[in-house]
Each structure stands twice: as C-alpha cells, then as structure tokens.
C-alpha cells in the first residue's frame, strides 16, 4: 500500500495534514542538517516558535528514525552524554501483553486497553511510537475490511461489523419471535413495541440467514399444499359442490354467461366462477375465449363491453356526430366511453382529431 493512499485513509490520527508538515518543515529540516548537530531539539524548536514538546511529538511520531539517528551521532561526536533513545525495558514490558494483543486479534485499542487496565491514549501513542508495524498491519485490514464488510467481520473502523448491544438487546425479543412463528413483521413490531421499518430495516442488514430460512419454509409450504391438492385430485370436488354448480356448468356450456347461468339456478356468480376456474380450468378457458369479441381494427374485447357500448362505437365510427351526444344519445358515460374508444378504436379516434 502506498504512503499517499494510508494518509489518506487514516487522516489526522496517523498521517500529516499539509499545513503541519508545512509549519514544521523548517524545524524538521534544521534536525536533518549536520550544521544544528550542537543544538538540542528544545533549542532547534524555540529558534523556530514551537515548544520543546511539540516538536518531540511531532518527529516522534512521523519521524522517528530521523530522531534515532540524530541521537546516535550526538552521542558518538561527544555532543549528548545521553544514551541512545527508544523504550525503556520497564515500559515495554507494561505494555508488551496488550501490544501483543492488537497483533494478533482484531480488537480496538479501547477494549484491549480496558482488558489489561492500560490508558487508551498511553496504549495507541505507545503502539504510534514503537510498534509501527502493527499499526500498519491495522490499517491494513482495515482497509480490506471497506471492501469485504462481511457480518460479524472487522469494520473499516476496526469495530467488528456487528450491531450495537443496545440495539440488539431492542430486537432479541422480535428476532426470536420472526424465528419461531409465521407472524408478519407488522405484526411482531405491534407485539413487541418497536417501529416496524426499523425493525425490517435491521433483519436485512443483520438477519439474512434468517430470512432465506424463512423464505425457504414459506416456499416449502407453498409446494406442499399444492401437491396435496394435486393428489387429492377429483376427491377435492366434493360431491355436495359438483352437484351444486355442474348444472349452472352445463348452462354455460350452452353458450349463457356465469350471470344467467347463476341468477337462474340462484347461485352466487362469484362463487361459481371461482368455482369453475379452479376445478374445470378447461370450461374456463374454452368460456373465457367464447366471450372474446374480434374488433374490425384488430383489437378485443369482451362480449359484455361490446354489447354496452358497441353500437354506439359503430356510430362513431360512421358518422361525424360528437362522441358525448352519442354517449348521451346511448345513455353511457362519456368518459368511460371515451376510455373505450381510446383502447378499441385509436385509428378511428386519430381520424377523428386529425378532421377536426
């Protein structure tokens, strides 16, 4: 990975933002240059208007070898009587456990801090400081976690990518109830007092498993009804229904519609359409195409439109006369008129706009 590409992913925690490289360009540069060998960092920060600290912090975190090794010349040309920098054994020792934590788990700084009772800013400046390697490594699969983010996996944050327990502990109930029951998720939502959208909202983004589970049982069922109806077979006409409608069957075999077949024998013309389009689909059929109208302009329509307002679509059509007198004339509505004419009969109604 290159340089640009970490600073640019990291930011101000681990990278410099062009304006602090560019106020201390100067001091950095004074500490690279053999001529301010005799000068300490504190010396080379006032000449420049930074603090001691400051400066430190600075090229300790993005320049620590430049440091080392300005220390080490120091020592060797007899200008610092203090030994070579870097940790003390006691410090890396306190620290040791926690930093061996971070490379090898995926957990934030924050909880492996709170684990071994270390200060969070101590620990991550201690790992920016001395371990630079793992907060490389990091960053890293930080990085390749933005293009996985896989559920339960690390996050581009370094958190893993999970819910919060808060807003897990809000859903465990409904979860559990989505699990084990055929409620609707409206339904769940009004039994365990949540907002149903949220809740949705949270199934997709963390529930998918559960989802498929119960998209898969609805499907099973689905085709387990459907085979068992299949098998059933003649057995699912009961004989009180066939005795029932097959005469009202026989009638619209004879060329009448459901309606004067089920007003004649006092039947429901719902119920007996249902009735035949579930058990005689054949009949539906053959009756559905029965009642189709072939139109001179290419276009259908039922025999029941046809016989409302087909004459007077043929006098539209042959005559010159307004479409709402013949509407009135008819006694139909103009709009649901016009409506037909549009579907049935656009060349005609083209024609008529064009004369106009």
Known sequence: MSDERLMQFIGTRF???????????????????IDYLDMTIAGIARMFGHTDQCLRNHLQRHYPELLEKRNLIRVQLGLSKRPPRGVSSSTAAKYAPAVEMLRTTDLTI?????????????????????????ARQRIEKRLQALDRRATGGMSGTGRPNAPRKATEELYTEAVEMYRTTDLTVPEIALKCGVMAHNFQTYLQRWCRSDIEVRRKLRQEKVERQEQERAEMGDRSRSARARQRYMPAVKLIEEGATYEEAAEK????????????????PEIHRQE?????????????????????????????????????????????SPTSFSHFLARKFPQAVARRKASH
């Open 15 to 33: 990278g410099q933002r062009p304006e602090t490289r560019e106020r201390y360009a100067k001091a950095v540069q004074a500490c690279k240059d």
């Open 110 to 134: 924050s909880e492996v801090a709170e684990r071994f009772g270390l200060e969070k800013d101590s620990l991550q400046h201690h790992v920016l400081y001395h371990h630079r390697d793992v």
């Open 265 to 280: 024998l006092g039947l429901s013309a719902e119920n007996l359409y249902r009735w035949v389009r579930e058990y005689l």
């Open 288 to 332: 559905h195409q029965n009642q189709i109208v072939q139109l001179p302009e290419g276009t259908t329509c039922t025999k029941k439109s046809w016989a409302l307002f087909g004459e007077a679509a043929t006098v539209f059509c042959e005559t010159d006369e307004s479409m709402n007198s013949i509407a009135r004339r008819f006694g139909l």
